[in-house]
């Protein structure tokens, strides 16, 4: 990055930054970014010297910075504390971009991204009245003994979807479902089978069924979680048992944690 200064006085309140591409911006306004990022990084409000040492900055910077970002009110101090947090228009600003922002278009971004990256067929599915319902799948290179239907409606005992759901939903938006499916499971999944299924789903942050609703079939999910909802939404991937070697599963399951990790990031989720 290349840097040019205007400022009489050598301050970078005018610097322009090139960023290699011949596309000039203003450093000032980058340098800025630093700051809020490093407010947002410490999760709640800051001083002056916890800013400073988060976004590698001289406190005397930063807080020239933080004197003119609250001036607009993105950032505000406590009077007394003295600790530094967001300010209004900046929970105004955050809360319009949420607003904007299209859940299931997101995910599924991820979750193709997800099937590129592991060559397998995955789906979206979000939570319905009945149950999980496919929003989308997209069909990997390795062929499969099924025909999934967008808008169909999955098992939750046994999906991996349906397990995510059983797992990180109340259990009062799942007990009506579940009752209907354990009346005729009751000698396979007992209530302590189901408790001990939640816990374990909770531990690892994904579910895994093999044969769970087609013979021959393995599908691993994970879930996705957004700021303003909830309620969140499943990512699986769906492989051939052929290939569900513990080497390749494990393989596929950190890719599956990567992608939901960073679609929960991209809709403000905070873990």
């Known amino acids: ?6 400022g009489e006085n050598g301050d970078d309140s005018e610097s322009t930054a090139s960023d290699g591409l011949g596309r000039q911006g203003i450093q000032s306004v980058e340098t800025a970014m630093r700051v ?6 410490g999760g709640g409000a800051l001083s002056l010297s916890a800013i400073a040492q988060a976004s590698g900055m001289q406190p005397s910077k930063v807080h020239r910075y933080l004197v003119s970002l609250g001036r607009i009110g993105l950032t505000s101090q406590d009077p007394a504390s003295g600790l530094y947090d967001f300010g209004a228009t900046m929970r105004r600003m955050g809360a319009e971009a949420l607003r904007r922002t299209n859940e299931v278009a997101v995910a599924s971004g991820h979750a193709m ?44 005992l046994s999906s991996s979807v349906g397990q995510i759901f059983l797992a990180y939903l109340p259990e009062s938006l799942t007990a009506e479902v579940l009752g209907e499916e354990l009346r005729g499971k009751r000698a396979e999944w007992t209530s302590e089978r189901v ?25 691993v999910a994970a879930p996705v979680f957004a700021a303003n909802d909830p ?41």
């Open 113 to 156: 991204q997800l099937r590129d990256r592991t060559g397998h067929s995955v789906n979206l599915a979000v939570w319905g009245d009945r149950g999980p319902i496919v929003v989308s799948w997209a069909y990997g290179t390795r062929p499969l003994p099924l025909t999934v239907r967008v808008g169909a409606t999955l098992p939750l």
């Open 231 to 271: 309620l969140p939404l499943a990512i699986s991937v769906v492989l051939p048992e052929g290939a569900g070697t513990p080497e390749h599963l494990a393989e596929v399951a950190g890719e599956l944690r990567d992608a939901v990790t960073a679609a929960s990031d991209e809709l403000g989720y905070l873990s």
């Open 36 to 41: 809020l990022l490093a407010l947002e990084s």
């Open 1 to 6: 990055m290349v840097l040019t200064s205007s």
């Open 195 to 219: 408790a001990a299924r939640r816990a374990e789903i909770r531990e690892h942050g994904h579910a895994v069924t093999y044969s769970g609703v087609i013979p021959g079939i393995i599908s």
